[in-house]
């Protein structure tokens, strides 16, 4: 098993329209690809906005796939391409880390 931690810089001005997207449409379809999210946080740092989330895949075969599938999804497209028009651009930098779990780390 391996996490997979993402992080979007997310803006102020349309925040709420980009959790309403996430948690309306993205979670979701997300969920139809076979993606498992484990949680989801915002964090502040040094005047930046972040949406934090941590999925889990049973390896990295399955990860690239389900991300492909999920990229190329024609309603999750649709929905971006509306909100982009309706609230203007959502999500600045993206960071995107797997984790490895340590041999000597508790289990999740």
Known sequence: MIHQLRIYEIF???KAAFH?????????????HGFHI???WEARTAGRTEFVYLLQW????TLTARWADFMADHEWSEIKTRTAATDGV???SIQD????LTDYSPPP
């Open 58 to 61: 049973p390896d990295e075969a």
């Open 38 to 40: 484990v949680a989801m």
């Open 12 to 14: 102020e001005h349309n």
């Open 20 to 32: 309403a997207r996430f948690r309306d449409h993205a979670a979701r379809i997300m969920a139809r």
């Open 97 to 100: 880390r797997l984790l490895h």
């Open 90 to 92: 959502m999500v600045g």
